[in-house]
């Protein structure tokens, strides 16, 4: 069972930016394939979001948010981020952190991987 630990959320204006951050166990973290940010809003279904492939350093973006969120890793901490910039009001919903979990275009999850944190929330207001 995994275990991580997200944080960074919070209110920020449109046009404002934030720092997502997961932490996993050493284990966890050597052990996974992927480590991602998805997202979900209230009535609406978990969508993927971004994703870095632990040992390569290659990224995905859903394509919304491309050229405003960047994923990077630090493999030392066993610590994946997700920097916004730009953000905007449909930017809003619970952000959680994922192991070995995938989506493909358009943000559609995929069923399986690993496990999944608590989440961490993020409201922008416009």
């Known amino acids: 069972q995994v275990q991580l630990v997200e944080s960074g959320g919070g209110s920020v204006q449109a046009g404002g930016s934030l720092r997502l951050s997961c932490t996993a166990s050493?284990?966890?973290?050597?052990?996974?394939?992927?480590m991602g940010w998805f997202r979900q809003a209230p009535g609406k279904e978990r969508e993927g979001v971004a994703v870095?492939?632990?040992?390569?350093?290659?990224?995905y973006y859903l394509e919304s948010v491309e050229g405003r969120f960047t994923i990077s890793r630090d493999n030392a901490k066993s610590t994946v981020y997700l920097q916004m910039n730009s953000l905007k009001p449909e930017d809003s919903a619970m952000y959680y952190c994922?192991?070995?979990?995938?989506?493909?275009?358009?943000?559609?999850?995929?069923?399986?991987?690993?496990?999944w944190g608590q989440g961490t929330l993020v409201t922008v207001s416009a």
């Open positions: 994922a192991v070995d979990v995938h989506f493909v275009p358009k943000g559609r999850v995929v069923p399986g991987g690993r496990g």
């Open positions: 050493a284990y966890t973290y050597r052990m996974s394939e992927c």
């Open positions: 870095i492939y632990t040992r390569t350093g290659t990224t």
